[in-house]
Nanobody, 123 residues
């Protein structure tokens, strides 16, 4: 099993920045594609960003140009840097790990989830 431990949530004003971290317990971190999802109360879960084992990234249209995803394989950690935050970014954010991207290729999340962290953007 892979444990994912998240940190870095909090409250910011619109236009502010916040960085989330997702640290994995596995010694095979390099084989995992990592995804960030978010979910607001009463809303559907949304895929926000992805990063492959090779470092290729994708972003939802709603965050493109504002968010950056990166990974440090030596630290088994993935980061989500969020800039120019908007109230509609308010949600619980979850990181998710998918060995070799197999679940994502089938249209599903990976097998392992972080515990979630609250991000609140409000004036």
């Amino acid at each position: 099993q892979v444990q994912l431990v998240q940190s870095g949530g909090g409250s910011v004003q619109p236009g502010g920045s916040l960085t989330l971290s997702c640290a994995a317990s596995t010694n095979s971190f390099g084989i995992y594609f990592i995804y960030w999802y978010r979910q607001a109360p009463g809303k559907q879960r949304e895929l926000v960003a992805t990063i492959t084992s090779g470092g290729s990234t994708t972003f939802a249209d709603s965050v493109k140009g504002r968010f950056t995803i990166s990974r440090d394989n030596a630290k088994s950690t993935v980061y989500l840097q969020m800039n120019s935050l908007k109230p509609e970014d308010t949600a619980v954010y979850y990181c998710n790990a998918d060995a070799y991207g197999t679940r994502y290729r089938a249209g599903n999340p990976g097998d392992y989830w972080g515990q979630g962290t609250q991000v609140t953007v409000a004036s």
